[in-house]
Protein backbone atom coordinates (compact mmCIF):
# COMPACT_ATOMS: atom_id res chain seq x y z
CA UNK A 1 0.00 0.00 0.00
CA UNK A 2 1.41 3.30 -0.95
CA UNK A 3 2.01 5.64 1.72
CA UNK A 4 2.81 9.09 0.20
CA UNK A 5 -1.11 8.92 -0.63
CA UNK A 6 -1.88 8.56 2.87
CA UNK A 7 0.45 11.66 4.56
CA UNK A 8 -0.40 13.36 2.08
CA UNK A 9 -4.33 13.24 2.42
CA UNK A 10 -4.28 13.33 6.28
CA UNK A 11 -1.72 16.64 6.08
CA UNK A 12 -4.75 18.35 3.65
CA UNK A 13 -7.48 16.79 6.24
CA UNK A 14 -5.04 18.30 9.04
CA UNK A 15 -4.41 21.97 7.18
CA UNK A 16 -8.41 22.03 6.97
CA UNK A 17 -9.71 21.21 10.45
CA UNK A 18 -6.51 24.23 11.19
CA UNK A 19 -8.42 26.37 8.77
CA UNK A 20 -11.39 25.99 10.56
CA UNK A 21 -10.61 25.93 13.84
CA UNK A 22 -7.89 29.22 13.30
CA UNK A 23 -10.09 30.99 10.80
CA UNK A 24 -13.54 30.92 12.45
CA UNK A 25 -12.22 31.07 16.34
CA UNK A 26 -13.89 34.62 16.82
CA UNK A 27 -12.73 37.76 16.48
CA UNK A 28 -8.59 38.50 16.76
CA UNK A 29 -6.79 41.32 16.30
CA UNK A 30 -5.78 42.16 12.87
CA UNK A 31 -2.15 43.16 11.17
CA UNK A 32 -4.23 46.77 10.00
CA UNK A 33 -4.82 47.59 13.87
CA UNK A 34 -1.77 46.06 15.63
CA UNK A 35 0.14 48.59 12.77
CA UNK A 36 -1.33 51.42 13.41
CA UNK A 37 -1.16 50.85 17.01
CA UNK A 38 2.64 50.56 16.66
CA UNK A 39 2.61 53.48 14.98
CA UNK A 40 0.84 55.62 17.87
CA UNK A 41 2.86 53.66 19.95
CA UNK A 42 6.19 55.12 18.34
CA UNK A 43 4.90 58.84 18.09
CA UNK A 44 4.20 58.74 21.55
CA UNK A 45 6.50 56.68 23.52
CA UNK A 46 10.59 58.31 23.79
CA UNK A 47 12.25 55.16 23.27
CA UNK A 48 10.15 52.53 22.27
CA UNK A 49 13.22 50.00 21.66
CA UNK A 50 13.24 49.78 25.57
CA UNK A 51 10.47 47.88 26.52
CA UNK A 52 11.43 45.17 23.64
CA UNK A 53 14.67 44.64 25.24
CA UNK A 54 13.36 44.63 28.60
CA UNK A 55 10.52 42.23 28.09
CA UNK A 56 13.29 40.17 26.08
CA UNK A 57 15.43 40.33 29.35
CA UNK A 58 12.60 39.39 31.52
CA UNK A 59 11.62 36.34 29.34
CA UNK A 60 15.58 34.90 28.79
CA UNK A 61 16.03 35.69 32.28
CA UNK A 62 14.44 33.03 34.45
CA UNK A 63 16.33 30.09 36.00
CA UNK A 64 15.91 27.00 33.02
CA UNK A 65 15.63 23.26 34.15
CA UNK A 66 17.14 20.45 32.22
CA UNK A 67 13.90 19.76 30.53
CA UNK A 68 13.35 23.29 29.39
CA UNK A 69 16.79 23.54 28.00
CA UNK A 70 16.43 20.30 26.00
CA UNK A 71 13.17 22.04 24.91
CA UNK A 72 14.43 25.26 23.74
CA UNK A 73 17.31 23.10 21.57
CA UNK A 74 14.15 21.05 20.14
CA UNK A 75 11.39 23.63 19.56
CA UNK A 76 11.75 26.18 17.48
CA UNK A 77 10.89 29.80 18.10
CA UNK A 78 11.59 29.33 22.08
CA UNK A 79 11.38 33.17 22.65
CA UNK A 80 7.58 33.10 21.13
CA UNK A 81 7.26 30.32 22.98
CA UNK A 82 7.72 31.50 26.42
CA UNK A 83 5.98 34.69 25.87
CA UNK A 84 2.47 32.37 24.93
CA UNK A 85 3.18 30.11 27.95
CA UNK A 86 3.12 33.48 30.08
CA UNK A 87 0.56 34.99 28.30
CA UNK A 88 -1.87 32.39 29.54
CA UNK A 89 -1.13 33.45 33.79
CA UNK A 90 0.06 29.91 34.25
CA UNK A 91 3.37 28.94 35.79
CA UNK A 92 4.10 26.68 32.62
CA UNK A 93 7.78 26.19 31.75
CA UNK A 94 8.92 25.02 28.11
CA UNK A 95 10.14 21.52 29.15
CA UNK A 96 6.62 21.12 30.79
CA UNK A 97 5.14 22.15 27.33
CA UNK A 98 7.52 20.12 25.24
CA UNK A 99 7.20 17.14 27.25
CA UNK A 100 3.08 17.28 26.86
CA UNK A 101 3.94 17.92 23.07
CA UNK A 102 6.06 14.13 23.57
CA UNK A 103 3.50 12.16 25.19
CA UNK A 104 0.23 13.47 23.10
CA UNK A 105 2.19 12.14 19.81
CA UNK A 106 3.62 9.08 21.62
CA UNK A 107 -0.15 7.86 22.80
CA UNK A 108 -2.00 9.02 19.43
CA UNK A 109 0.74 7.19 17.63
CA UNK A 110 0.15 3.85 19.97
CA UNK A 111 -3.54 4.13 19.46
CA UNK A 112 -3.26 4.02 15.63
CA UNK A 113 -0.81 1.43 15.45
CA UNK A 114 -3.09 -0.55 18.16
CA UNK A 115 -5.69 -0.05 15.17
CA UNK A 116 -3.30 -1.61 12.54
CA UNK A 117 -2.62 1.15 11.02
CA UNK A 118 0.65 1.49 8.77
CA UNK A 119 3.83 2.40 11.18
CA UNK A 120 4.48 5.84 8.85
CA UNK A 121 1.13 6.95 9.01
CA UNK A 122 0.61 6.40 12.69
CA UNK A 123 4.02 8.47 13.21
CA UNK A 124 2.71 11.30 10.94
CA UNK A 125 -0.32 11.35 12.24
CA UNK A 126 1.31 11.39 16.25
CA UNK A 127 3.56 14.07 15.30
CA UNK A 128 1.09 16.47 14.06
CA UNK A 129 -1.83 16.10 16.83
CA UNK A 130 1.62 16.33 19.45
CA UNK A 131 2.48 19.60 17.76
CA UNK A 132 -1.60 20.63 17.30
CA UNK A 133 -2.97 19.72 20.76
CA UNK A 134 -0.64 21.39 23.35
CA UNK A 135 -0.28 24.51 20.83
CA UNK A 136 -4.32 25.15 20.88
CA UNK A 137 -4.59 24.34 24.13
CA UNK A 138 -2.35 27.15 24.80
CA UNK A 139 -4.16 29.52 22.81
CA UNK A 140 -7.46 28.71 24.42
CA UNK A 141 -6.40 29.40 27.82
CA UNK A 142 -4.20 32.78 26.10
CA UNK A 143 -8.14 33.58 24.63
CA UNK A 144 -9.92 32.38 27.54
CA UNK A 145 -7.73 35.06 29.99
CA UNK A 146 -7.70 37.67 27.19
CA UNK A 147 -11.35 37.98 27.40
CA UNK A 148 -11.53 37.93 31.01
CA UNK A 149 -9.36 40.75 30.89
CA UNK A 150 -10.86 42.60 28.41
CA UNK A 151 -14.76 42.29 30.30
CA UNK A 152 -13.13 43.87 33.95
CA UNK A 153 -11.06 46.21 32.49
CA UNK A 154 -13.64 49.13 31.92
CA UNK A 155 -14.63 48.75 35.37
CA UNK A 156 -10.30 49.29 36.44
CA UNK A 157 -10.34 52.14 34.48
CA UNK A 158 -13.45 53.82 36.34
CA UNK A 159 -11.78 52.88 39.82
CA UNK A 160 -8.50 54.68 38.20
CA UNK A 161 -10.56 57.85 37.67
CA UNK A 162 -12.29 57.61 41.27
CA UNK A 163 -8.91 57.60 42.46
CA UNK A 164 -7.82 60.22 40.40
CA UNK A 165 -10.82 62.61 41.15
CA UNK A 166 -10.43 61.85 44.87
CA UNK A 167 -6.74 63.05 44.49
CA UNK A 168 -4.53 60.23 44.56
CA UNK A 169 -1.43 59.67 42.20
CA UNK A 170 -1.88 57.58 39.39
CA UNK A 171 1.22 55.20 40.66
CA UNK A 172 -1.17 54.59 43.90
CA UNK A 173 -3.85 53.98 42.24
CA UNK A 174 -2.75 51.67 39.95
CA UNK A 175 -1.87 49.63 43.31
CA UNK A 176 -4.87 50.35 44.60
CA UNK A 177 -6.52 48.45 41.26
CA UNK A 178 -4.48 45.92 41.58
CA UNK A 179 -5.75 45.23 45.19
CA UNK A 180 -9.46 45.38 44.86
CA UNK A 181 -9.77 43.96 41.09
CA UNK A 182 -10.21 40.38 40.89
CA UNK A 183 -8.73 37.91 38.12
CA UNK A 184 -6.39 38.71 35.46
CA UNK A 185 -6.62 42.81 35.39
CA UNK A 186 -5.66 42.89 39.11
CA UNK A 187 -2.67 40.75 38.44
CA UNK A 188 -1.83 43.05 35.48
CA UNK A 189 -1.68 46.18 37.41
CA UNK A 190 0.09 44.37 40.33
CA UNK A 191 2.88 43.40 38.13
CA UNK A 192 2.93 47.42 36.70
CA UNK A 193 2.95 48.68 40.69
CA UNK A 194 6.01 45.80 41.42
CA UNK A 195 7.83 46.94 38.42
CA UNK A 196 7.78 50.91 39.30
CA UNK A 197 8.79 49.47 42.89
CA UNK A 198 11.64 48.19 41.78
CA UNK A 199 12.77 51.55 39.75
CA UNK A 200 10.66 51.06 36.44
CA UNK A 201 9.03 54.01 34.69
CA UNK A 202 5.58 53.90 34.40
CA UNK A 203 5.93 53.85 30.58
CA UNK A 204 8.34 51.21 30.60
CA UNK A 205 6.41 48.62 32.73
CA UNK A 206 2.76 49.73 31.17
CA UNK A 207 4.41 48.92 27.62
CA UNK A 208 5.84 45.54 29.06
CA UNK A 209 2.32 44.46 29.95
CA UNK A 210 1.06 45.78 26.60
CA UNK A 211 3.52 43.65 24.60
CA UNK A 212 2.55 40.71 26.46
CA UNK A 213 -1.12 40.92 26.70
CA UNK A 214 -1.29 41.74 23.07
CA UNK A 215 -5.13 43.43 23.35
CA UNK A 216 -5.89 46.24 21.38
CA UNK A 217 -7.68 48.07 24.76
CA UNK A 218 -4.51 48.08 26.92
CA UNK A 219 -3.01 49.44 23.93
CA UNK A 220 -5.68 52.27 23.98
CA UNK A 221 -4.55 52.50 27.57
CA UNK A 222 -0.73 52.87 27.39
CA UNK A 223 -1.32 55.35 24.21
CA UNK A 224 -4.19 58.20 26.24
CA UNK A 225 -1.50 58.05 29.24
CA UNK A 226 1.48 58.68 26.71
CA UNK A 227 -0.45 61.43 25.10
CA UNK A 228 -1.78 62.97 28.56
CA UNK A 229 2.01 63.06 30.04
CA UNK A 230 3.00 65.05 26.93
CA UNK A 231 -0.03 67.45 26.41
CA UNK A 232 -1.36 67.51 29.51
CA UNK A 233 -4.77 67.68 30.52
CA UNK A 234 -7.89 66.21 32.89
CA UNK A 235 -6.27 62.60 32.87
CA UNK A 236 -9.59 61.35 35.15
CA UNK A 237 -12.01 63.03 32.30
CA UNK A 238 -8.84 61.44 29.60
CA UNK A 239 -9.92 58.08 31.21
CA UNK A 240 -13.49 58.08 31.50
CA UNK A 241 -14.14 58.51 28.11
CA UNK A 242 -11.75 55.63 27.54
CA UNK A 243 -13.69 53.14 29.62
CA UNK A 244 -17.05 54.24 27.96
CA UNK A 245 -15.73 53.65 24.29
CA UNK A 246 -13.88 50.43 25.51
CA UNK A 247 -17.93 49.23 27.10
CA UNK A 248 -19.42 50.10 23.73
CA UNK A 249 -16.09 48.17 21.74
CA UNK A 250 -17.40 45.27 23.87
CA UNK A 251 -21.06 45.47 22.94
CA UNK A 252 -20.21 45.84 19.64
CA UNK A 253 -18.08 42.71 19.15
CA UNK A 254 -21.41 41.14 21.17
CA UNK A 255 -23.73 41.93 18.29
CA UNK A 256 -21.03 40.97 15.90
CA UNK A 257 -20.67 37.65 17.79
CA UNK A 258 -24.69 36.86 17.99
CA UNK A 259 -25.00 37.85 14.53
CA UNK A 260 -22.34 35.95 13.12
CA UNK A 261 -23.09 32.87 15.24
CA UNK A 262 -24.97 30.96 13.10
CA UNK A 263 -22.75 30.84 10.02
CA UNK A 264 -19.61 29.34 12.23
CA UNK A 265 -21.47 26.72 13.48
CA UNK A 266 -22.81 25.51 10.05
CA UNK A 267 -19.03 26.23 8.82
CA UNK A 268 -17.41 23.65 11.78
CA UNK A 269 -20.59 21.33 11.59
CA UNK A 270 -19.85 20.84 7.86
CA UNK A 271 -16.42 20.84 8.01
CA UNK A 272 -16.37 18.44 10.41
CA UNK A 273 -18.48 15.92 9.51
CA UNK A 274 -16.50 14.39 7.31
CA UNK A 275 -13.51 13.34 9.26
CA UNK A 276 -16.38 12.16 11.97
CA UNK A 277 -17.78 10.43 9.95
CA UNK A 278 -14.60 8.59 8.29
CA UNK A 279 -12.87 8.14 12.01
CA UNK A 280 -15.89 6.45 13.33
CA UNK A 281 -16.32 3.99 10.44
CA UNK A 282 -12.51 3.74 10.93
CA UNK A 283 -12.77 2.95 14.55
CA UNK A 284 -15.38 0.09 13.48
CA UNK A 285 -14.12 -1.40 10.51
CA UNK A 286 -10.62 -0.68 10.11
CA UNK A 287 -9.66 -2.58 6.47
CA UNK A 288 -12.77 -1.01 4.92
CA UNK A 289 -11.58 2.68 5.15
CA UNK A 290 -8.13 1.96 4.47
CA UNK A 291 -9.34 0.49 0.71
CA UNK A 292 -9.87 4.14 0.37
CA UNK A 293 -6.48 4.99 -0.02
CA UNK A 294 -5.98 1.96 -2.40
CA UNK A 295 -8.02 3.12 -5.21
CA UNK A 296 -6.71 6.02 -6.99
CA UNK A 297 -9.90 6.91 -7.90
CA UNK A 298 -11.02 7.76 -4.00
CA UNK A 299 -7.77 9.32 -3.80
CA UNK A 300 -8.42 11.74 -6.42
CA UNK A 301 -11.90 12.14 -4.92
CA UNK A 302 -10.80 12.90 -1.59
CA UNK A 303 -8.05 15.37 -2.47
CA UNK A 304 -10.48 16.88 -4.45
CA UNK A 305 -13.21 17.21 -1.14
CA UNK A 306 -10.28 18.52 0.83
CA UNK A 307 -9.70 21.29 -1.66
CA UNK A 308 -13.12 22.62 -2.03
CA UNK A 309 -13.55 21.96 1.61
CA UNK A 310 -10.45 24.44 2.11
CA UNK A 311 -12.05 26.77 -0.37
CA UNK A 312 -15.74 26.99 1.60
CA UNK A 313 -13.81 27.56 4.91
CA UNK A 314 -11.92 30.38 3.52
CA UNK A 315 -14.81 32.30 2.04
CA UNK A 316 -16.78 31.36 4.99
CA UNK A 317 -14.05 32.61 6.83
CA UNK A 318 -13.99 35.95 5.19
CA UNK A 319 -17.94 36.31 5.56
CA UNK A 320 -17.82 36.50 9.54
CA UNK A 321 -14.34 38.39 10.13
CA UNK A 322 -15.18 41.89 10.75
CA UNK A 323 -13.08 44.95 11.85
CA UNK A 324 -14.15 46.96 14.89
Do not use: C
Not at 249 to 257: D, V
Not at 279 to 297: H, T
Request: cysteine-free; hydrophobic content about 50%; overall charge positive.
Amino acid sequence: MPILPLILLFAGAALTLLLLVTALAGPSTNKATTRRLAALRERHTASPTNAIEAQMRRITGKSATRADLAAMRLLPNVAQLQKRLSMTGKSWTVGQYGGATVGVAVVVALLLLLKSMPLLLALFIGAAMGGLVPHLAVGMLIKRRINAFTAKFPDAIELLVRGLRSGLPISETMQVVGAEVPGPVGDEFRSVSDKMKIGRSMDVALQETADRLGTPEFQFFVITIAIQRETGGNLAETLQNLATVLRQRGQMKLKIKAMSSESKASAYIVGSLPFLVFGVIYMINAPYMLNFFVDPRLMVAGGGGLIWMGIGAFIMAKMVSFEI
